[in-house]
């Protein structure tokens, strides 16, 4: 184990390296990539790396990207990729494609805001626009989660019971392209974690097809396998986490990650980066002899429903900020969870860093504020934080 200053796109890249070497004994590894801001650098990094038994494949387009990996896991291979922004919606139609077929493809998302009018900075609508297509959306804290996500997200992907892409997200140029120690395990000890990749259906070992034409009912049963299946990621979450620990010695955290929430009488709920300021905004209103508590929902596809009602339980006065905005309606975040909070609970959506604004602790502290004293959930509030 070695310790490296590293961007998290550089992280994910070494991260997508280790697990490809570890399939030198299985088929091989292939990455198909195509540039764009700021998920470019994860790309560079890859693509100057000695990988045994591995392709990175330059490609014209992000919807090619995707097609290089489709063939690469179809053929029994370990397949990685990397897009952010109109780069991840030129790709949708070949990640839609890809979760159909449940292949174990891995895909890094450095989430950009969609334009036009053009913004490189950090919005999480980009990703969230595929929470619907099958894919497990994994959203990170830091550099370190980035690099530990991807490992664990080839595990979890290429688990028989599981077979079906994984995407991590990371917030763009807040993670991307800020520097951070990161430790790196040796190549035998991912050689531990990962064993070769096996993907059942893969292509040239009997007589089968993917991709074929279905009656209704085949789709039924297929949507039904997969949604099943989805239904059963956070068990076998928690056993890639007791893997990883195992061989790195570390836990990764939980699909759900709660901070000082025991005896908090209000909750702040987030994703990404924003889940590390909430803690800090907790640290000074508790310093204050305020009971609040933040929840960081790292794991939004599948939604781990079972552990945020138990987290809400109890809990009157809950603050779901969401970094991206669902038009007409709100917060994403905050309509699937909302629900989920006892009858009568205030559930009040806030708007923040849309854009990739600051979003700091005390504009946290601002909303938790204005919580506090409703008596009913409003519209959501925009927080303009510049």
Not at 45 to 65: M, N, P, T, W
């Given at each position: 184990?070695?310790?490296?200053?590293?961007?998290?796109?550089?992280?994910?890249?070494?991260?997508?390296?280790?697990?490809?070497?570890a399939?030198?004994?299985?088929?091989?590894?292939c990455?198909?990539?195509?540039?764009?801001?700021?998920?470019?650098?994860?790309?560079?990094?890859?693509?100057?790396?000695?990988?045994?038994?591995?392709?990175?494949?330059?490609?014209?387009?992000?919807?090619?990207?995707?097609?290089?990996?489709?063939?690469?896991?179809?053929?029994?291979?370990?397949?990685?990729t990397?897009?952010?922004?109109?780069?991840?919606?030129?790709?949708?139609?070949?990640?839609?494609?890809?979760?159909?077929?449940?292949?174990?493809?891995?895909?890094?998302?450095?989430?950009?805001?969609?334009?036009?009018?053009?913004?490189?900075?950090?919005?999480?609508?980009?990703?969230?626009?595929?929470?619907?297509?099958?894919?497990i959306?994994?959203?990170?804290?830091?550099?370190?989660?980035?690099?530990?996500?991807?490992?664990?997200?080839?595990?979890?992907?290429?688990?028989?019971?599981?077979?079906?892409?994984?995407?991590v997200?990371?917030?763009?140029?807040?993670?991307?392209?800020?520097?951070?120690?990161?430790?790196?395990?040796?190549?035998?000890?991912?050689?531990?974690?990962?064993?070769?990749?096996?993907?059942?259906?893969?292509?040239?070992q009997?007589?089968?097809?993917?991709?074929?034409?279905?009656?209704?009912?085949?789709?039924?049963?297929?949507?039904?396998?997969?949604?099943?299946?989805?239904?059963?990621?956070?068990?076998?979450?928690?056993?890639?986490?007791?893997?990883?620990?195992?061989?790195?010695?570390?836990?990764?955290?939980?699909?759900?990650?709660?901070?000082?929430?025991?005896?908090?009488?209000?909750?702040?709920?987030?994703?990404?980066?924003?889940?590390?300021?909430?803690?800090?905004?907790?640290?000074?209103?508790?310093?204050?002899?305020q009971?609040?508590?933040?929840?960081?929902?790292?794991?939004?596809?599948?939604?781990?429903?079972?552990?945020?009602?138990?987290?809400?339980?109890?809990?009157?006065?809950?603050?779901?900020?969401?970094?991206?905005?669902?038009?007409?309606?709100?917060?994403?975040?905050?309509?699937?969870?909302?629900a989920?909070?006892?009858?009568?609970?205030?559930?009040?959506?806030?708007?923040?860093?849309?854009?990739?604004?600051?979003?700091?602790?005390?504009?946290?502290?601002?909303?938790?504020?204005?919580?506090?004293?409703?008596?009913?959930?409003?519209?959501?509030?925009?927080?303009?934080?510049?």
């Amino acid at each position: 184990m070695t310790v490296q200053l590293l961007s998290a796109n550089h992280a994910a890249a070494l991260a997508a390296t280790l697990a490809g070497r570890a399939n030198r004994t299985g088929r091989g590894f292939c990455s198909g990539v195509y540039p764009i801001t700021p998920s470019t650098e994860c790309a560079e990094y890859l693509c100057l790396q000695e990988i045994e038994k591995g392709r990175v494949v330059r490609v014209e387009s992000e919807h090619s990207a995707m097609g290089v990996c489709i063939g690469a896991s179809a053929s029994g291979a370990r397949a990685f990729t990397v897009t952010a922004s109109n780069g991840l919606a030129y790709m949708a139609e070949n990640c839609i494609v890809a979760a159909s077929l449940r292949l174990p493809i891995v895909l890094v998302v450095a989430n950009r805001t969609i334009g036009p009018p053009w913004n490189l900075w950090t919005d999480h609508g980009d990703a969230l626009l595929l929470r619907d297509a099958g894919i497990i959306q994994l959203f990170c804290a830091d550099n370190q989660e980035v690099f530990d996500s991807v490992l664990a997200a080839f595990r979890l992907a290429e688990d028989a019971a599981v077979m079906m892409p994984v995407m991590v997200c990371m917030d763009g140029f807040i993670l991307s392209h800020a520097s951070a120690p990161t430790e790196i395990p040796s190549q035998e000890q991912v050689d531990r974690f990962l064993p070769p990749a096996v993907v059942p259906h893969r292509l040239g070992q009997g007589s089968h097809t993917l991709g074929q034409i279905e009656v209704p009912h085949q789709t039924e049963v297929h949507r039904l396998q997969h949604h099943a299946a989805m239904l059963g990621v956070p068990e076998r979450y928690a056993a890639v986490q007791e893997a990883f620990a195992a061989v790195f010695g570390r836990r990764m955290p939980d699909a759900l990650d709660t901070y000082r929430t025991e005896d908090a009488d209000a909750l702040v709920v987030s994703m990404g980066t924003i889940g590390a300021t909430a803690e800090r905004a907790v640290d000074i209103l508790r310093a204050r002899g305020q009971r609040v508590g933040a929840v960081r929902v790292r794991m939004f596809r599948p939604l781990p429903a079972e552990a945020l009602r138990r987290v809400f339980a109890g809990r009157w006065r809950i603050a779901v900020i969401d970094r991206d905005v669902s038009l007409g309606f709100g917060g994403v975040l905050w309509g699937e969870v909302r629900a989920l909070a006892d009858t009568g609970a205030v559930v009040q959506n806030y708007l923040a860093g849309l854009g990739g604004g600051d979003v700091r602790p005390e504009h946290i502290i601002g909303m938790l504020d204005d919580l506090l004293p409703r008596r009913e959930a409003g519209v959501p509030e925009l927080v303009e934080a510049g």
